[in-house]
C-alpha cells in the first residue's frame, strides 16, 4: 500500500481515467463512491453501514445518497451533466442540489448532522463547509473529475479527521443544542402569548422574527459581540410595561450605523454596537409584552451560556425558528436566514 501524497494521486488520476464520460445517479453512484473510498483512499471499515450509508431514507419522503456518518459528510449525487445550480422539483419544491442536501442535514439530529456538505455529478465536485458558512452559500472548494489528482488530499483530510476529541464535542454540542432548544421554546411561547393571533402569517412572521432578533442578542452578549451582560441589564431596567418600545429602540438603534446615530442617545443604547448584514433592517412592532416575558429573558440570560453553541449549531436553531410554520407551506425564509449568517459568521469580524 503507497501511502505517500504521489501514490495517493496516482490513484486518484486511474479513478479519474476510469471514470470519465460516466455516471448515473441511480445505478453508479454506490460504485462511484465506494471506489472512491476504498481504491483510491483506501479507508477501511466502508462496509459498515455504522461508516457509510447509502440511500438513507430521511423524514423529509427523500433519500440521502450518501453519508459518512463518522466522518460527518453528506454527499448530493446527481447524474453526469446534470446542472449543480439548476433547481429540481423535490418533496414539492423546486431546489439545487445544495439546497436539497442542506434539508436533509438540517433535519438529521444533532448526534448525526454533518459539518461538510458535497455536491457532485460524477464530472465536478463542490464542497461546502458548514462550520465556516452555514447557510452553504458557496462552495469552499470546486474542482472537476479530471482535476481531482490536485484536490484529492482535501477528500483524504474530509475522510479520516474522526478522533475522540471530536466525538467528545459532537455530544457536548448536541447536550447544548438540547437545553439551547428548550431555551428557544420557551421565549418563543412566552412571547406567542403577547400577540392576539399568533396564527395569523403576518404576526406569525413577526414573531419569528424577534424571537431570532432576541436570541441573538442573548448569544451576542455571551459571544462577545456585545458588551458582557449588556442584553441582560438592558432588559432589567426595562419594566413590562415599557419592554416592547425599549427592545423596539435597541433593534433601530442595532441596524442605524454610527455616522446616522443620534448625538444624544439613550444612555443604555450607547454601548451596543452596529450590527451589520440585514438582521434588524426590518422595522417590525413589537407587542405589548408581559412580566411572564420579561422573567423569561431574564432567567435565560442568567442560566445558559450562548458563546459554548457553535455557529452550525446555532444557525439551525435560527433557521428552525423561522421556518416552523413556513416548511409546512413550503417555504423557508432564505433572505433571513443569510442576514442571520452574515452576522455571526465569522462571529466577531462582522460587527
Known amino acids: 500500500m503507497d501511502n505517500t ?8 488520476t486511474l479513478f479519474a481515467q476510469n471514470w470519465q464520460n460516466r455516471g448515473n445517479e441511480k445505478s453508479e453512484a454506490r460504485s462511484f463512491w465506494m471506489e472512491l473510498l476504498q481504491d483510491v483512499l483506501q ?11 447509502f440511500e438513507r431514507k430521511t423524514g423529509l419522503n427523500g433519500y440521502i445518497d ?18 449543480l445550480d439548476k433547481p429540481e422539483k423535490r418533496q414539492g419544491l423546486m431546489l439545487t442540489p445544495i ?11 444533532p448526534s448525526g448532522k454533518p459539518t461538510v456538505l458535497i455536491t457532485c455529478n460524477f464530472g465536478r465536485f463542490r464542497i461546502y463547509d458548514l462550520e465556516q458558512d452555514w447557510i452553504a452559500s458557496k462552495p469552499q472548494s470546486e474542482f472537476t473529475l479530471a482535476d481531482l489528482p490536485n484536490h484529492v488530499n482535501e477528500l483524504a483530510r474530509l475522510f479520516q479527521r474522526e478522533s475522540t476529541k471530536e466525538t467528545i464535542r459532537v455530544v457536548q454540542q448536541e447536550e447544548l443544542s438540547v437545553k439551547a432548544g428548550i ?3 420557551q421565549l418563543h411561547d412566552a412571547l406567542a402569548k403577547c400577540f392576539p393571533n399568533p396564527d395569523d402569517p403576518v404576526e406569525h412572521m413577526a414573531l419569528a422574527m424577534i424571537t431570532v432578533r432576541i436570541v441573538f442578542c442573548l448569544y451576542a452578549e455571551d459571544a462577545g459581540l456585545f458588551m458582557a451582560n449588556a442584553f441582560h441589564d438592558y432588559v432589567e431596567h426595562s419594566s413590562p410595561d415599557r419592554l416592547h418600545t425599549d427592545l423596539y429602540d435597541l433593534f433601530l438603534y442595532l441596524d442605524t450605523a454610527p455616522e446616522n446615530r443620534p448625538k444624544y442617545p439613550d444612555p443604555r443604547l450607547k454601548s451596543f454596537p452596529y450590527v451589520d448584514g440585514g438582521l434588524f433592517n426590518e422595522l417590525i412592532d413589537v407587542p405589548p409584552l408581559t412580566g411572564e416575558l420579561r422573567d423569561t429573558l431574564l432567567l435565560i440570560s442568567e442560566k445558559f451560556d450562548w458563546r459554548d453553541i457553535s455557529p452550525v449549531i446555532f444557525g439551525s436553531l435560527m433557521e428552525e425558528t423561522l421556518s416552523r410554520d413556513e416548511r409546512r407551506k413550503g417555504g423557508m425564509h432564505y433572505t433571513s436566514v443569510r442576514n442571520i449568517h452574515r452576522v455571526i459568521d465569522p462571529c466577531s469580524s462582522t460587527i
Open 99 to 109: 439546497q436539497q442536501a442542506k434539508r436533509y442535514a438540517d433535519n438529521l439530529p
Open 43 to 53: 479507508l477501511s471499515d466502508t462496509n459498515n453501514p455504522k461508516t457509510v450509508c
Open 5 to 12: 501524497l504521489t501514490g495517493l494521486r496516482n490513484r486518484a
Open 66 to 83: 450518501v453519508l459518512m456518518i463518522k466522518s460527518r459528510v453528506l454527499v448530493e449525487q446527481k447524474s453526469l451533466g446534470v446542472d
Open 183 to 185: 431555551y428557544v421554546a
